[in-house]
């Protein structure tokens, strides 16, 4: 039987438990973007704690991006060398590290075949310097109504080219963003993807599309998936009560594909937290 502290691989990567530790907003990076020392320190304490896997906060890769404040920036090589830092320092403590790569938004509808194109090129290149950067791998972000979730869902996608049209559609962005990543990085380059498993919003993703999407990025080989929903934090999580907050739809998933799934949300005791 699988437990917490069991070691386990990940594309040929050794991690020494199954404690992965969900992306976070810190806002510890400069105005520019660039790594700091606060920042570097925050995640080297979580290596030094015993985590298994980091996945850092939303890295933006493209450069006119929305602003989010003390949010870390990876559109540029200029940016490599302090995300060397942040990885050496985790890597020091047995750790693995991945880069969450994401837009924070921008237009769906609006634009040209060859401007989707173009954003799946910036995730592309993202993830060659992400490995150029001494990371593990990379988590694409395709959740909590940041772009890449607000292209695949219904609610706000309503293109008629091979981009929307039906769920199946929507979804091309992301496998088209995967094959970009394999192409332009090594083979034992991890490649991950953060979802909603609902968008929580009447006429947006449901259970159904979140297992379609996810189940055709198992199928174009992405190496883990992470479950989560557009409503990230709750209030009053009490253990054994009512944490968990994805475990269901965690769960679904795990006995529908043969990808790992990583679930998250509100965790509060061992006796709650599956081994999926």
């Known amino acids: 039987m699988k437990t917490l502290f069991d070691e386990t691989t990940l594309r040929g990567h050794k991690l020494k438990n199954r404690v992965w530790r969900s992306a976070t907003w810190l806002a510890l990076a400069d105005y520019e973007g660039n790594m700091t020392d606060e920042l570097i320190h925050a995640y080297e304490q979580l290596a030094e704690g015993g985590v298994g896997m980091i996945v850092t906060g939303l890295t933006s890769v493209v450069e006119h991006d929305a602003a989010i404040d003390g949010g870390v920036k990876f559109f ?14 985790v890597h020091r403590h047995g750790a693995l590290i991945q880069m969450q790569a994401a837009i924070v938004d921008g237009p769906v509808d609006e634009l040209r075949t060859d401007e989707v194109e173009w954003i799946v090129s910036q995730f592309g290149d993202a993830a060659r310097r992400a490995e150029q950067a001494g990371y593990d791998g990379v988590q694409i972000h395709a959740a909590h109504f940041f772009y890449l979730s607000k292209f695949i869902s219904p609610l706000i996608n309503h293109r008629t080219d091979r981009y929307g049209g039906d769920q199946r559609g929507r979804s091309r962005i992301l496998y088209e963003i995967l094959n970009d990543m394999r192409r332009k990085t090594s083979p034992d380059f991890l490649i991950t993807m953060k979802i909603n498993s609902t968008d929580e919003h009447p006429g947006g993703l449901t259970l159904q599309d979140f297992m379609l999407t996810s189940r055709l990025m198992a199928d174009a080989g992405i190496d883990a998936i ?3 929903a557009n409503g990230t934090s709750r209030t009053g999580i009490k253990a054994g009560v009512n944490e968990g907050s994805f475990r269901a739809a965690a769960m679904a998933l795990a006995a529908f594909v043969d990808t790992p ?10 006796a709650r937290i599956a081994v999926v």
């Open 226 to 228: 992470e479950v989560s």
């Open 261 to 270: 799934v990583v679930m998250v949300g509100g965790l509060r005791s061992l």
């Open 76 to 89: 540029d090589d200029r940016f490599i060398e302090g995300h060397c830092r942040l990885t050496e320092a």
